[in-house]
C-alpha cells in the first residue's frame, strides 16, 4: 500500500515535471514569439535604404546604427529620431542588449564582421556577397552551427515583386514542369569603390544565380565557367581577373540546368539584374528595358487544318503582365517601404510601385528586413540561410574558378 502510494507520488511528480518543461517550452517560444528585438545596422551607404524599415518595423523594439563616417551616422540619428549611434564595431559586439546585427559593410569585411557578430552571440544577417572564398563560406557555415544564432543573407533578387510573382505561378503548376532557367546581371561599376575595380564578375554573380536557385528549389552541384572579352589591364591587378564578362552552366541536384551572364564593366547594357524561367506550359521573360513589364508566353491548343490535321509547332501567346506588389505579405507599419518615394498610396499599390518600379531593388527591401526579423523571433532558418546562400556563392566563386581554368568543370561543396 505504502508502496504502491509512493510510486503513484513520484509518478505525479515525473508527469508535472514533464509538463513544466513542456509549459516553459511553449512560454518561450510565444515569449521569442512577441519579443521586440533590438538590431542594428552597420554600414550606411546602401545600409541607409533599410534604416527606416527597422525603426518602423513593429517587431522592433529598440534600433541601432553604425558606420565608422560618424557624419553619416549622425545625420541618419537626426533623420529617424530614436537610434542609438555606437561609436565602433567593438560597441555594438559589447553591448548584451543588442540582439541582432544587418551587415552592409564594404565586401572584403563581410566575413570577418560575420564571424565576429556570431561569435559575440547575435543574429546577423549580412548583405551580398556572402563571401568570395570557399573555406570562407565554410567557416560562417561551421559558426553558424557552434553558436545557434540565425544568419540570413540578404539577397534582394528573390524577394523582387517579380520573384514573387513567379514563385506563386510556380506553386499553382501555371509552368509545367521547369525545362531551364536563364539569368543575368549587368552593371557597370567604374568610379565604385576601390574593391569593386576588376572584381571576377562572378564573385558577385548572386544576383543572377539566386533566383535560379530558388525557383530550381535544389541545390548547384556543378558549375562550368567562361570568360569573355577584354578590359584594360589596370582592372586586372588587384584580383587577376581578366574577364569583364563572365557566363557559367549550372547543374542543379535535381537534375535542371541554368546559365547566368554577369558583367562588370566595359560592357554595353543598361543595369539589370534578371531572370527567366523556362516551362513546359508557359515561361516567364524579364522585360529587356527595365521600364518595361515581363513577358508571358503560353503555349496553345495545335491549330488544325480544314481535314483537321495538326499543324506544324504549336502556337505561342505571348503579352506583357504586371507583377503586382506583394506588400500584403508584410505588416502594414512597413508596406509604404516596397517603394522608394513616398509616393505609396494604400489604395492602390501596383501604381505607387509603377511610379518607381526600380527603386528599392524590386520593392524587396522591407521583405528582406521582415524575414531577418521573423526567422529570428520564430526560431528558423532565414529564406536565404548559410547553406542555401554559401551554395549560390560557391556556385558564382566556383564559375569563376572555371573560366580561368578554361571552362573547367568544378564540383560544389555540400555545406549541410
Ligand atoms: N542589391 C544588393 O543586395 C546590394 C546593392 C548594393 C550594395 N550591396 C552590398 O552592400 C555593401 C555596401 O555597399 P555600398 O555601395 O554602400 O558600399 P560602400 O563601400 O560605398 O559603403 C559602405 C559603407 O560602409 C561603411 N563602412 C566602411 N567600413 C565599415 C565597417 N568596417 N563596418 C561598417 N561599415 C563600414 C562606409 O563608411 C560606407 O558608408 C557591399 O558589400 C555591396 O556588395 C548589395
Known sequence: MFSSGLN???????????????YRFFGWCYFMYMKQLKVVLAGLGFGAAFASIYDAHPDVGAFGIFDPNADLAKAMAARLGAAKIYKSFGDILNDPSVDAVHLVSPIPRHVEQTLAVLNAGKHCACTVPMATKLEDLETVCRTVKKTGKSYCVMETAVYTTHFFKVQEMLRNGEFGAIQFLRGAHYQDMEFWPDYWQGLPPMFYGTHAIAPLSMLAGSPIVRVRGLGSGTMRSELHKQYGNP?????????????????????????????TEQFTLYGSK??????QIEDEQPVLHTLEAPRRDPAGKPMRGLPVKTERIPTGNYHTLLPEEIRRFTIKSEDYDETNPQLSLDRDASGGHGGSHPHMVHEFVRSILENRKSRINEINGANIAAAGIAAHESAMKDGEVIGIPDFT
Open 243 to 271: 574577364f569583364p564578362v563572365e557566363t557559367a552552366q549550372l547543374e542543379f541536384a535535381n537534375g535542371l540546368k541554368g546559365e547566368v551572364t554577369r558583367s562588370l564593366f566595359e560592357t554595353a547594357h543598361d543595369y
Open 8 to 22: 503513484l507520488h513520484v509518478f505525479f511528480l515525473f508527469v508535472n515535471l514533464r509538463l513544466l518543461r513542456v
Open 282 to 287: 508557359k515561361s516567364f521573360e524579364w522585360q
